[in-house]
């Protein structure tokens, strides 16, 4: 199957097969290793991209699907020379450690703020809880996205 | 892995048609589940058919009798925030809210949900107490099963290979107050343990309970809403939830597991049947 889709901002092809995930479609075909596979099976959120403005696993999710959408991955944010407000936050509040989980957290938390710029402690722990972290223990990664909606106002 | 095709029909018809021209064909709505058994190898479909696409699978329709008709196809996050399920069914609202992770939520559908038929899977109990219908398309046409003749067993639905679940059909229920509670583990990831869902109607002297995860499938629990029924209160409360350990035991035995699972049970239903009582609009 052919799939024609918006990358980064960029109009996009591929040929893929039915099994592709999006996270490998990414990955192999286009270089954006920025979704990472942790469990492969939903459960840690390391795959996480954007399609269409929403969070989904990407080692879930078929690339036959992409079809005509939008697709953001953690390179489409931000970017060394102009940082999101989420990245500078991140660094600042040592939101990252090994950095595995900082993609996908980064999209969880992006998908949250365009639908709601100033939400709750609680909507970011709920928004973030679909993404596992093995070294923060969490606190700074909250702490973080709290300040970046902050930044906002 | 074989090189798998993947299809996209637009149509019911088309749908039908493709799963019907190849054997091996399978149906895949977000994939959540069918994506995780074809990477443990228990699934190998010959080809996708995606029925994401078929407008009957989406949106939600209000029937002329206050009923609505849910496409299957509609995600548990779309389930979750949608005005016109939370004004009917927020015992559905609130089950699909519990599902997974935000990713999850955003991708699986409450159609991948029941046909899937795990035990655990969370809507089947507010299904249940919705006494919900549901609609299909297949080879011989359009088909609708009430929810006893839909689950046959765990993980085994009526509908059949070829057949697309179009609708579930959600009656009204005017004057009822919902609650749905649900014991897991881990929330984001974990699948259930235990869901209890209780609709009450006092004014109407009807009471529906059911519990999802601890019973083979899913089916509403007489003993405890006879029980509730009784007077609507604490002791009627507490009464429910003791009915519904009792069946829960007197169906799937004394197991090991059980022994967590009874007490849990009862008080789960005690708490749901409280939260729904106390749900309701003082006149
Ligand atoms: C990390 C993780 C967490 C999860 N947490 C929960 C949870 O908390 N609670 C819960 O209940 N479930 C949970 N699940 C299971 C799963 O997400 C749900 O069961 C989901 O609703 C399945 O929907 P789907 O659209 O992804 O199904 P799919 O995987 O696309 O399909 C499932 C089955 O249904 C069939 N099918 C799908 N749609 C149709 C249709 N319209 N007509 C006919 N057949 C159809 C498919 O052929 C397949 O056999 C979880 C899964 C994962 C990976
Ligand atoms: S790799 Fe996708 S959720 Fe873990
Ligand atoms: S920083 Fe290491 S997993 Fe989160």
């Given at each position: 199957?052919?799939?024609?889709?918006t990358?980064?901002?960029?109009?996009?092809?591929?040929?893929?097969?039915?099994?592709?995930?999006?996270?490998?479609?990414?990955?192999?075909?286009?270089?954006?290793?920025?979704?990472?596979?942790?469990?492969?099976?939903?459960e840690?959120?390391?795959?996480?991209?954007?399609?269409?403005?929403?969070?989904?696993?990407?080692c879930?999710?078929l690339?036959?699907?992409?079809?005509?959408?939008?697709?953001?991955?953690?390179?489409?944010?931000?970017?060394?020379?102009?940082?999101?407000?989420l990245?500078?936050?991140?660094?600042?509040?040592?939101?990252?450690?090994?950095?595995?989980?900082?993609?996908?957290?980064?999209?969880?938390?992006?998908?949250?703020?365009?639908r709601?710029?100033?939400?709750?402690?609680?909507?970011?722990?709920?928004?973030?809880?679909?993404?596992?972290?093995?070294?923060?223990?969490y606190?700074?990664?909250?702490?973080?996205?709290?300040?970046?909606?902050?930044?906002?106002? | 892995?074989a090189?798998?095709?993947?299809?996209?029909?637009?149509?019911?018809?088309?749908?039908?048609?493709?799963?019907?021209?190849?054997?091996?064909?399978?149906?895949?709505?977000?994939?959540?589940?069918?994506m995780?058994?074809i990477?443990?190898?228990?699934?190998?479909?010959?080809a996708l058919?995606?029925?994401?696409?078929?407008p009957?699978?989406?949106?939600?329709?209000?029937?002329g009798?206050?009923?609505?008709?849910?496409?299957?196809?509609m995600?548990?996050?779309?389930?979750?925030?949608?005005?016109?399920?939370?004004?009917?069914?927020?015992?559905?609202?609130?089950?699909?809210?519990?599902?997974?992770?935000v990713?999850?939520?955003?991708?699986?559908?409450?159609?991948?949900?029941?046909?899937?038929?795990?035990?655990?899977?969370?809507?089947?109990?507010?299904?249940?107490?919705?006494d919900?219908?549901?609609?299909?398309?297949?080879?011989?046409?359009?088909?609708?099963?009430?929810?006893?003749?839909?689950f046959?067993?765990?993980?085994?639905?009526?509908?059949?290979v070829?057949?697309v679940?179009?609708?579930?059909?959600?009656?009204?229920?005017?004057?009822?107050?919902?609650?749905?509670?649900?014991?897991?583990?881990?929330?984001?990831?974990?699948i259930?343990?235990?869901?209890?869902?209780?609709?009450?109607?006092?004014?109407?002297?009807y009471?529906?309970?059911?519990?999802?995860a601890?019973?083979?499938?899913?089916?509403?629990?007489?003993?405890?809403?006879?029980?509730?029924?009784?007077?609507?209160?604490?002791a009627?409360?507490?009464?429910?939830?003791?009915?519904?350990?009792?069946?829960?035991?007197?169906?799937?035995?004394?197991?090991?597991?059980?022994?967590?699972?009874?007490?849990v049970?009862?008080?789960?239903?005690?708490?749901?049947v409280i939260?729904?009582?106390?749900?309701?609009?003082?006149?």
């Open positions: 199957m052919f799939v024609e889709f990358l980064n901002g960029e109009k996009v092809s591929a040929e893929i097969s039915g099994e592709t995930t999006a996270l490998a479609l990414l990955r192999e075909n286009f270089d954006l290793i920025g979704a990472k596979e942790g469990c492969g099976v939903g840690c959120g390391a795959c996480t991209i954007l399609v269409d403005g929403v969070a989904v696993n990407g879930l999710y690339a036959g699907k992409l079809d005509g959408r939008e697709v953001v991955t953690v390179e489409g944010v931000g970017g060394e020379d102009a940082l999101d407000p990245q500078k936050k991140f660094m600042e509040h040592g939101a990252v450690q090994c950095g595995y989980c900082t993609p996908g957290m980064l999209l969880s938390a992006k998908a949250l703020l365009i709601n710029p100033k939400p709750t402690l609680d909507e970011v722990k709920v928004a973030i809880s679909g993404n596992l972290c093995r070294c923060t223990g606190t700074p990664i909250v702490k973080a996205i709290m300040a970046a909606t902050e930044e906002g106002k | 892995m090189k798998r095709e993947y299809l996209k029909p637009t149509t019911l018809h088309e749908a039908v048609e493709i799963l019907a021209a190849a054997p091996g064909r399978r149906i895949v709505a977000g994939g959540t589940d069918l995780v058994y990477r443990e190898g228990k699934e190998a479909p010959a058919v995606d029925v994401t696409a078929i009957e699978l989406n949106g939600v329709q209000k029937l009798d206050g009923a609505l008709a849910v496409g299957a196809a995600t548990h996050s779309m389930i979750g925030s949608d005005p016109d399920i939370r004004a009917v069914a927020p015992v559905l609202s609130d089950a699909s809210s519990s599902v997974g992770a990713q999850i939520r955003n991708l699986a559908t409450i159609g991948g949900n029941v046909v899937n038929g795990a035990v655990a899977a969370d809507t089947l109990s507010a299904l249940a107490v919705l919900a219908a549901f609609l299909t398309f297949g080879p011989e046409g359009e088909k609708r099963y009430t929810i006893e003749e839909f046959l067993a765990p993980g085994k639905t009526a509908v059949g070829g057949e679940l179009t609708k579930i059909l959600i009656p009204a229920q005017p004057g009822a107050s919902h609650a749905f509670i649900k014991v897991a583990r881990r929330r984001a990831a974990a259930s343990r235990l869901a209890v869902s209780v609709i009450a109607n006092p004014d109407g002297g009471a529906r309970i059911a519990v999802g601890v019973l083979p499938k899913p089916g509403r629990i007489t003993p405890a809403e006879e029980a509730l029924k009784e007077g609507f209160d604490l009627a409360a507490k009464a429910a939830g003791e009915a519904a350990k009792a069946h829960v035991l007197s169906i799937s035995g004394e197991r090991p597991s059980m022994v967590y699972k009874l007490p049970v009862s008080s789960a239903v005690e708490k749901a939260k729904a009582l106390s749900l309701r609009e003082v006149k």
